[in-house]
């Protein structure tokens, strides 16, 4: 029984994020400049003013769940895109690997890639085992945080986003038919 505690705590310590939580809603938020999948460099400060940053955090591509949660993010992205906000994927991967990953998975939106840790390791979510913590935050208009959602559901990544987008009260796109 000894053993199996010891094996629980060392598996708890392995998943769980290296600084806590982290970042919190109200925080500022760390601002970022990483390779999309698209062949894009993607930057925070871009959004400033213009639309609402949706950052969804996966462990690795090609894996079970993170494979779940990019299809939603294809299948049902036109539910995000309702609203005024720019959505990503991010993780630790190279970008070969997301590359790859979105082209399979039919992406229509980037997959940020942080091989340096660092971005992952300022918003809370790098584990000691070495990839992203399964995490989507919410930055404002203003660069903070306005939401985290910690318990994501890869089925309904999609779905849930522009649930919370709705709750937030982000406006509505042109492209959705709202008036700007």
């Known amino acids: 029984m000894k053993a199996m505690g010891r094996f629980a705590i060392s598996l708890l310590l392995a998943v769980a994020p290296l600084t806590g939580h982290g970042i919190e809603v109200g925080d500022p938020a760390p601002d970022f400049e990483l390779q999309g999948s698209d062949g894009e460099l993607h930057r925070l ?67 940020l890639s942080d091989p340096t840790k660092e971005v ?32 994501v559901r890869p089925a309904t990544a999609a779905e849930d986003i522009a649930v919370q987008l709705a709750e937030l009260g982000v406006a509505r796109s042109v492209a ?5």
């Open 45 to 111: 400060a871009d959004h400033r003013g213009k639309s609402v940053v949706v950052l969804a955090w996966f462990p690795k591509a090609y894996t079970r769940g993170c494979t779940i949660e990019c299809k939603s993010l294809a299948e049902k992205g036109h539910l995000i895109r309702e609203f005024k906000a720019a959505y990503f994927m991010a993780s630790v991967d190279p970008l070969a690997d997301n590359i790859g990953f979105a082209r399979q998975q039919q992406a229509d939106f980037p997959l």
């Open 120 to 151: 992952a390791a300022a918003y809370g979510v790098l584990v000691e085992a070495g990839y992203a913590a399964r995490q989507t935050f919410y930055v404002g208009l203003d660069g903070t945080i306005i939401a985290i959602d910690r318990e």
């Open 176 to 180: 959705a038919g709202q008036p700007e």
